[in-house]
Nanobody, 120 residues
Framework: QVQLVESGGGLVQAGGSLRLSCVVSGLTFSTYHMGWFRQAPGKEREFVAGRSRSGGSTYYSDSVKGRFTISRDNVKTTLYLQMNSLKPEDTAVYYC?????????????WGQGTQVTVSS
């Protein structure tokens, strides 16, 4: 059974930081590209950041570039998202995803999500 379990969300003031983690089990972690998506209330889910299966390539949406950093540990089968300089518009449910494609339009497996709320 494939499981992606996110943690690390919470309430933070604007300008603050959070680190999300996603522990993955039930699949061969090193063969999947891993990413973070988010969905704000009333909006469609959007891609945030991605890391290739080898870890050699990273992808970011323009809205988070320079503020967020995605990393992965293929030994611990864990994906991370370091979020700095948070803004109220970063408020959303953040989802971890595993995919065989780097188009970042969809994913093969999803986590249950973790809420991030940024207050102004």
């Amino acid at each position: 059974q494939v499981q992606l379990v996110e943690s690390g969300g919470g309430l933070v003031q604007a300008g603050g930081s959070l680190r999300l983690s996603c522990v993955v089990s039930g699949l061969t972690f090193s063969t999947y590209h891993m990413g973070w998506f988010r969905q704000a209330p009333g909006k469609e889910r959007e891609f945030v950041a991605g890391r290739s299966r080898s870890g050699g390539s990273t992808y970011y949406s323009d809205s988070v570039k320079g503020r967020f950093t995605i990393s992965r540990d293929n030994v611990k089968t864990t994906l991370y998202l370091q979020m700095n300089s948070l803004k109220p518009e970063d408020t959303a449910v953040y989802y971890c995803a595993a995919t065989k494609s780097t188009t970042w339009s969809d994913a093969d497996y999803w986590g249950q999500g973790t809420q991030v709320t940024v207050s102004s």
